[in-house]
């Protein structure tokens, strides 16, 4: 059974750094795209960054010009990195893999920007 797990959410300090991560456990089949979205209190899930195979990256314009997603050098796993954080920051984030055998999230990490 495939379970893919974020880890590295908490609360960070206004203007602060962040590293999440992701790995999923559990043949998921060949990668095609991976990605992190998030959802606020309130809100809709969004889309933060998606990287595919091949091609460009996606990113969130609130978030574009701070933030890092990139491959680990296991093969399912993924990582995202936020600098300056802002309040409006706060969500729950989760990763998703977009493979072969299906597309595979996670249960979310928190993360919490203080003011």
């Known amino acids: 059974q495939v379970q893919v797990v974020e880890s590295g959410g908490g609360l960070v300090q206004d203007g602060g750094f962040l590293r999440l991560s992701c790995a999923a456990s559990?043949?998921?089949?060949?990668?095609?795209?991976v990605g992190w979205y998030r959802q606020a209190p309130d809100k809709q899930r969004e889309l933060v960054a998606r990287r595919p195979g091949n091609g460009s990256i996606d990113y969130a314009d609130s978030v574009k010009g701070r933030l890092t997603i990139s491959r680990g050098s296991a093969w399912q796993t993924v990582y995202l990195e936020v600098n300056s954080l802002k309040p409006d920051d706060t969500a729950v984030y989760y990763c998703?893999?977009?493979?072969?055998?299906?597309?595979?999230w996670g249960q979310g990490t928190q993360v919490a920007v203080s003011s």
């Open positions: 998703t893999f977009a493979a072969s055998r299906g597309t595979y």
């Open positions: 559990g043949y998921i089949g060949g990668i095609s795209a």
